[in-house]
């Protein structure tokens, strides 16, 4: 579904993803991990739209969408929840979700855009908070109202940039309950960035590992003890 070759980008003069090249099939779980400044979210935004690739080819279902505009992107499946979560805390939870929409049309969804269903279904609590604020939600509940947020334009392959950041742990277990039903009930693709190495192995069909820009490692966690990618994280 998701192919990268060879993608390199940056910041002025310094290089920061060197020649990159991963993949996510349909439907798949991939993980990438990685320390502090290795490069995980310039990755994410590049294939997101959101910052240039120098180098490289990113394809789509076999399509070359390396110069589309992030709009474009999103139009065609890819859905985004950026690191730190991204929602807008003045405005209400129901609002927040509706900017869901602006991904795909350059406009929040006005009252006649309907919130998929499934976005209540599988985080119940964002129907009881609908009128408050989003900056008065707790870390877990703006982690799950960013997550719906992206749901709401439909996507085929979810790009989540550390979710569980800062999160307590018992709301973690929440967040992971969600991503497998993201996958198994809605067929949604997933590529996770993620630090909590349990998280991501637990979730993930297949794992990469970047370092210094570079994949260094891959593998299925299933065939891999955590121990192995280990002492290329933080923990
Ligand atoms: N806007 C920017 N301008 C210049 N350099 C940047 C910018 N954003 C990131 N960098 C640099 O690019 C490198 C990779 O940063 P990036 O945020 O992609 O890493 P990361 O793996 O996501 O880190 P973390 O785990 O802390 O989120 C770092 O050296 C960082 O300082
Ligand atoms: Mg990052």
């Known amino acids: 579904m998701l192919a990268l070759e060879g993608v390199c980008a940056g910041y ?25 400044g290795v490069g995980k979210t310039t990755l994410l935004r ?26 474009k992107r999103a139009r065609k499946g890819i859905g985004y929840v950026p690191q730190g979560r991204g929602i807008f ?20 969804g ?27 939600l707790s870390g877990g509940e703006q982690q799950q109202l960013a997550l719906a947020r992206a749901l709401v334009a439909q996507p085929k392959l979810l790009i989540l940039d550390e979710p569980t950041e800062g999160i307590q742990p018992s709301i973690v277990q929440q967040i992971e309950e969600a991503l497998r039903e993201i996958r198994t009930r809605l067929k949604i693709a997933i590529l996770l960035v993620e630090q909590y190495l349990d998280f991501a192995w637990s979730i993930a069909d ?24 280990i002492h290329w994280l933080n923990v």
């Open 12 to 36: 002025g003069q310094s290089r920061v993803l060197e020649s990159v090249g991963i993949s996510v099939a349909e439907g798949e779980a991939v993980t990438l991990l990685g320390r502090n």
């Open 46 to 71: 590049t294939i997101v739209g959101l910052h240039p690739a120098e180098q490289g080819i990113i394809k789509l279902n076999n399509e070359d969408i390396t110069d589309f505009p992030a709009y």
């Open 89 to 108: 805390p003045h405005l209400t939870v129901d609002e927040n979700l509706r900017t869901g929409f602006a991904s795909l049309t350059g406009r929040t």
């Open 110 to 136: 006005g009252e006649r855009e309907t919130i998929p269903k499934y976005v209540y279904e599988l985080f119940p609590l964002l129907n009881r908070v609908a009128a408050r604020k989003g900056g008065v």
């Open 206 to 229: 297949r794992f990469y590992v970047m370092r210094s820009g570079r994949i260094i490692d891959e593998g299925n966690p299933r065939e891999r003890e955590p121990g192995s990618v």
